[in-house]
C-alpha cells in the first residue's frame, strides 16, 4: 500500500551523533513532520499490507531478531498456515557459493476460539559480523528469500544506528510511520521496539487474527533487520473472562529472544550487545519488586557491563518513568522507585519507553535522594542520571494522549517541571501536547547523540 503522506501533519525527530556538544538537553529546532491529532483507524483485513503470500503453506510473518549476545547469532521467525512444513533456513554469505543449513522449532498456542499457525524459529549463530546474508524458508515451490546485514563486532567506536518505534498496531498512521522509517535517509540498522506491538486485544475475544495480519504488516522490514522485542500491556492478552489466564501467551509464542544468553530465566527481560551498545531489556508488567527473578537478574547484569566495551548502556521499558502526560500517569513510578537509583549508580545513557502516545524528553535529572519524609522530591540535575525518552506513537488505533497532567504530587513534580521547561525555553514547541509520530533513528558513535529537538553528550563514565 502505498501511504497516504501528510507530511504537514507530523513533526519528525532525528538522533544522530554529536561529540560533546551539550551537557544537558539544549533545545533546537523541530522539523517540520507533525503528526495529526486524528484518530486513525485500522486498516481492513483485505489491505494489501495483510497480503498472505501466494502459494500451498507458503511461509509468512517472517521477522528476524538478535539471536545471541553479540550479534553473531539471528532467531529467524515465520509460520506457515496449513501444515507445520520445514523447520530448516537455508542461509548463505553474499559473495560465497557456500550454503549452510539450520533447524529450528514449530511450536503452535490456542487462544479462546482461535488455533495458530505453525510458529517457528530457528537460531542461526556463528555469522561472521558486518556481513550480509541471504536466508531461505519454506519448501518446493513456496520458498521465500530474504535478507539482513550482520552488525559490525562489538566495540567502544562501532557506529550504528538503531531505528525506534513503539505503540505501533495496524492502523493506516502505523503503516505511514514503518514506511516513514524504511525510507529514513538515516537508515536504521536494527530496530528497538518499546512495546505495544498489534493491539490485537482490542478486539473482541483479543481477535488473534490480528496478530497474524500484523505479523504480515511488518514483514516487509522485520525481514529485513532485527527488530529488538520489548513487550507492553498489548502483549499480556491476560483474559481470564474468557479462559485465557496465562499472561504474554500470543507475544511469547510468536516473538522469540535470546534471553538465555545474557542468562535470564525469561524471555520478558534480556540484554544483548549490539555495535558499541549494550541493551537491557526490561518488562514493566513482570514482578520487578525486590528479591524477584527480574530484579535479581538486572542487578546483576548491570553491574557487569563494560563500558570500555559497550560504552552506550541503553534501557528499553514500556512505561515511562517520567511522565507528564495525563495518559498513564505516574505508571512508571513504582518501576522508577526500584530502578531509578540503579540507573544512576551504573550510568545508563538514555532510558527509552513508550506506552504515552506522546512525546517527551527528560534532562538528565534524578529524584533519588527522596525518602518520603526528607521533602527531596524535586529531582535535581545528575550528570549520571540518564535521558528519559517517551519516544512518541507509533500510530495504534487509540490515538495520541495530548493533556498534561497539572498534579503537584511530589514524585511527579519532576516531570511536570521537564514539560514546563521545554515550554519555556521553546524545545519543543510543536511538541508538547500534540505527540509526535516515532520512527527515529538513534546513531551512535562515540560519546554523544542529538535528536533535531536537543543535543544530549554522553554520560561521564
Ligand atoms: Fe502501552
Redesign the pocket.
Known sequence: MVPKWVCAGFVYLLLGLILNVAEFCNGGMTSGYQRPNNLSFDMPLDSDVFRVPPGYNAPQQVHITQGDYEGRGVIISWITPDEPGSNTVVYWAENTELKNCADGIVVTYKYFDYTSGFIHHCTIKDLEFDTKYYYEVGIGNTTRQFWFITPPKVGPDVPYTFGLIG?LGQTYDSNTTLTHYELNPAKGQALLFV??LSYADDYPFHDNNRWDTWGRFIERNAAHQPWIWTA???EIDFAPAIGESIPFKPYTHRFFVPYEASESTSPLWYSIKRASAYIIVMSSYSAFGKYTPQYKWFTNKVTEVNRTETPWLIVLM??PMYNSYVSHYMEGETMRVMYEPWFVEYKVDVVFA??VHAYERSERVSNVAYNIINGLCTPVNNHSAPVYITIGDGGNQEGLSTAHSHTTQPTVKPALDMAFLTLRTGLMPTSVGIGIKMDMPLKLTHNGFTTDTGNHRKSPL
Open positions: 505503540d512495546g505495544d507492553g500491556n498489548h514500556h512505561p513508550g506506552h
